[in-house]
């Protein structure tokens, strides 16, 4: 039984290319939450969804910013025109109902 | 403004010792309180879940307390292995349910040396 699955795990672009992380949760579950840590920061909350719908985006940066989870496939968290402060890992982790979040191992994103 | 913090900072002990780190917290409403464990590269993982009527909860060598009064958890490390190196994050969630957001700390970073 898979955990959550993220990936890449590293991903490096450069600025003004656009980012796109994917995040398949785990069997089951139909919740998906990403979470932003930068370096020396604790994990913030960006966005919360379920399938096909966004839930909550209170923690998003208001521009190029875009998170999606579709019917099918992968949820995919979207940076447009990346630039250095987006460099961070990106969590994503899943839960079933109103169960405990498990997470993924990150997509360590830098930015040159 | 919600927050989760950690002391220490970081810390280093030897195989074998105890250690106990420390939380507090002025997160309002308050649902939970969590402990997880984060190795270098990996997604955190949780060690223990604790609503506001408990007090403490134990895994393993591991051991949470909560005070709700005093808005305080500690999370008690008994006879090390270096596999405990890891950083330790406390976690609040702030309301149940789905819509309930988990407010981070910034973790403990603990380093057991042989």
């Known amino acids: 039984n898979a955990g959550v699955m993220q990936n890449p795990r590293h991903l490096v672009r450069r600025r003004g290319q656009e980012a796109r992380l994917r995040c398949s949760p785990m069997?089951?579950?139909?919740?998906v939450y990403w979470y932003r840590q930068l370096p020396e920061e604790g994990l913030k909350f960006m966005v919360y969804l379920q399938k096909e719908n966004i839930i909550d985006e209170s923690g998003m940066p208001k521009e190029r910013f875009s998170a999606e989870f579709p019917k099918e496939g992968p949820s995919i968290l979207r940076i447009q025109q990346v630039v250095r402060g987006d460099s961070a890992a990106y969590f994503c982790?899943?839960?079933?109902?109103?169960?405990?979040?498990?997470f993924g191992d990150g997509t360590r994103l830098s930015i040159l | 403004k919600n927050q989760v913090e950690q002391s220490p900072q970081s810390l280093i002990i030897l195989e074998g010792k105890n250690c106990t780190l420390q939380?507090?917290?002025?997160?309002?409403?308050?649902?939970?309180l969590r402990w997880y464990k984060q190795d270098t590269g990996r997604g955190p993982v949780s060690l223990t879940i604790m609503t506001f009527s408990e007090n403490t909860k134990s895994n393993g060598r591991y051991t949470a307390t909560l005070d709700a009064d005093t808005k305080q958890s500690s999370l008690h490390i008994t006879a090390s292995q270096l596999s405990d190196s890891a950083s330790y994050i406390c976690?609040?969630?702030?309301?149940?349910?789905?819509?309930?957001?988990?407010?981070f700390g910034q973790g403990t970073t603990l380093q057991v040396k042989p």
């Open positions: 982790a899943s839960s079933s109902g109103d169960q405990p979040q498990h």
């Open positions: 939380c507090n917290y002025t997160v309002s409403p308050f649902s939970n």
């Open positions: 976690v609040v969630k702030d309301r149940p349910g789905n819509t309930g957001k988990l407010i």
């Open positions: 069997k089951g579950h139909s919740h």
